[in-house]
């Protein structure tokens, strides 16, 4: 990881440390429109701010960008918001660690209303297996979803030495393609 990105990262382990929530609201309003001007929907930008959120170990951005995310939605479409934002911040785990992922998506689970909290799901509806694991794999490759515009990259030792921020991203966003296709599809509803 180059020393600029390293120095950047290690001084934001505070999940205090986020701006008002104000401003927080017309940050994630930005993110917003500009990801609609580019035909882009909630599960693009929402995804890229979680897994900023992670990246910054902050779990009190990640509760505000959730409660953002589902001002005036119903409980279906917040518990799909919450799932979500939990598969995104679950793939954190390769740039933070297991602690700390452990730790923001239980201050985020704790956060949740509880209507929200005893809908969601606890285990992952992508399990692929002897019976499916054709159908996923021709449904990713014939899909024009998110998973065909990632660039996903390998983890190498030279390419680490060099990491960038987009790096990361790529690499993140690349674990969770997924369930960006599905829960996309999910959103959009």
């Known amino acids: 990881m180059n020393p600029q990105l390293k120095a950047l990262l290690a001084g934001i382990d505070n999940p205090a440390r986020i701006p008002s929530p104000e401003l927080m609201g017309k940050i994630f309003e930005k993110y917003a429109r500009e990801a609609s001007g580019r035909c882009l929907g909630l599960s693009s930008w929402l995804s890229v701010v979680t897994a900023t959120a992670v990246t910054l170990k902050s779990s009190a951005l990640m509760i505000a960008l959730y409660s953002h995310a589902t001002a ?6 917040s518990t799909v918001v919450a799932e979500f934002v939990r598969d995104v911040g679950i793939s954190g785990i390769a740039v933070i660690g297991i602690p700390r992922v452990i730790n923001m998506l239980t201050a985020f689970h704790v956060s ?15 399990r692929a297996d002897a019976s499916n694991i054709v ?19 390998p983890f190498t030792s030279e390419a680490g030495a060099q990491l960038s921020a987009t790096g990361i991203m790529k690499v993140v966003l690349g674990s969770v393609n997924r369930r960006l296709d599905r829960n996309s599809k999910e959103l959009h509803k």
């Open 72 to 77: 005036g939605k119903d409980l279906a479409e």
């Open 112 to 126: 949740l209303p509880s209507t929200v909290k005893s809908s969601i799901t606890s285990t992952s509806s992508d």
């Open 135 to 153: 159908t996923i794999q021709s449904k990713l490759a014939g899909s024009d979803d998110l998973r065909d515009i990632v660039d996903t990259v």
